[in-house]
């Protein structure tokens, strides 16, 4: 039984962590749409420090065994493929 409960917090920390950086790419997202160009300063710090309490959120799981290094890794990539991907969009429209 603490095997099922312990895959049940694993799954729920990965859940977490994915869900914390979606929240991250749609506060991106809608800063790039609606306030400030990619090169502003303040864009770059809220990323800055949204990406650094990611990668920290993630270290944490990690340490506790809630997470796998490979798919913390593969979470932070993704996040940040996918906020490439997004700069490159908004900053080829203008």
């Not at 502003?40 to 290094?69: H, K, N, W």
């Amino acid at each position: 039984m603490s095997t099922e409960i312990e895959a049940g917090h694993r799954e729920k920390a990965y859940q977490v962590l994915k869900s914390d950086a979606h929240k991250i790419l749609k506060l991106i997202e809608v800063q790039m749409d609606n306030l400030t160009m990619p090169q502003c300063p303040l864009y770059e710090e809220v990323l800055d420090t949204q990406m650094f309490g990611l990668s920290r959120e993630i270290d944490f799981a990690i340490r506790l065994g809630l997470v796998d290094e490979r798919d913390g890794k593969e979470l932070l990539e993704s996040l940040e493929r996918q906020l490439s991907t997004l700069h490159d969009a908004v900053t080829g429209d203008r």
